[in-house]
């Protein structure tokens, strides 16, 4: 069964800061990978699909990367709003996600 | 505004059963598949089916197959979730979401979940 890891699984940063999160998938999945975020007590919300593009009414600092097994999501200047847990998901086969990453504040 | 909202959840015996239910609006039903994801309290995401567009076709996670049913009514615009043989562990917040995309659903696809719904809880114990 095709298995994702998230790395890592949570960090610390500080408005501002620049943010990279890693996905691994276990198999060749090109470019079959979403990113969601999700805050606490709400619902998912998708970012980033078929790696890289960026889902509509998302703001242009969150950014998507990788083919293949290999995957990244970047958050570029961590606005307050950002500070939540990120998902990552894949769409080769079944729609398996990863385990996730939490985003806290420093 | 596409909006979905279920409902149905609620406290069953381990072995009870239970039917979720999805309302859409604001979207033309019939021309999206379907999908399940839940929560379990504390943990992460878990997607448990998908329905095409169409109904023909049912996709389901490992945990859940012999045991969930999902279905769909494209005359009311609502997407179900029939949970039979529940366990403990099946204790989530369920959520349902539309789905966007092209390609395969079982050799790789652009399959993503572009809206979702608030969230339903289902709690199995005695």
């Known amino acids: 069964d095709m298995q994702m890891t998230q790395s890592p699984s949570s960090l610390s940063a500080s408005v501002g800061d620049r943010v990279t999160i890693t996905c691994r998938a276990s198999q060749n999945i090109d470019s079959y990978l979403n990113w969601f975020q999700q805050k606490p007590g709400k619902a998912p919300k998708l970012l980033i699909y078929?790696?890289?593009s960026l889902q509509r009414g998302v703001p242009s600092r969150f950014s998507g990367s990788g083919s293949g097994t290999d995957f990244t999501l970047t958050i570029n200047s961590l606005q307050p709003e950002d500070f939540a847990t990120y998902y990552c998901?894949?769409?080769?086969?079944?729609?398996?996600f990863g385990p996730g990453t939490t985003v806290n504040i420093k | 505004e596409v909006l979905l909202l279920e409902s149905g959840g609620g406290l069953v015996q381990p072995g009870g059963s239970l039917r979720l239910s999805c309302a859409a609006s604001?979207?033309?039903?019939?021309?999206?598949?379907m999908s399940w994801v839940r929560q379990a309290p504390g943990k992460g995401l878990e997607w448990v089916s998908t329905l095409t567009d169409s109904g023909s076709s049912t996709y389901y996670a490992d945990s859940v197959k012999g045991r969930f049913t999902i279905s769909r009514d494209n005359s009311k615009n609502r997407l179900f979730l029939q949970m039979d043989s529940l366990r403990a562990e099946d204790t989530a917040v369920y959520y349902c979401?539309?789905?966007?995309?092209?390609?395969?659903?079982?050799?790789?696809?652009?399959?993503?979940?572009?809206?979702w719904g608030q969230g339903t809880t289902v709690t199995v114990s005695s």
């Open positions: 078929a790696s890289s």
């Open positions: 998901q894949q769409s080769y086969g079944r729609f398996a």
């Open positions: 604001g979207l033309i039903f019939n021309s999206h598949a």
């Open positions: 979401a539309k789905m966007e995309g092209s390609g395969s659903y079982t050799f790789g696809g652009y399959h993503y979940m572009d809206v």
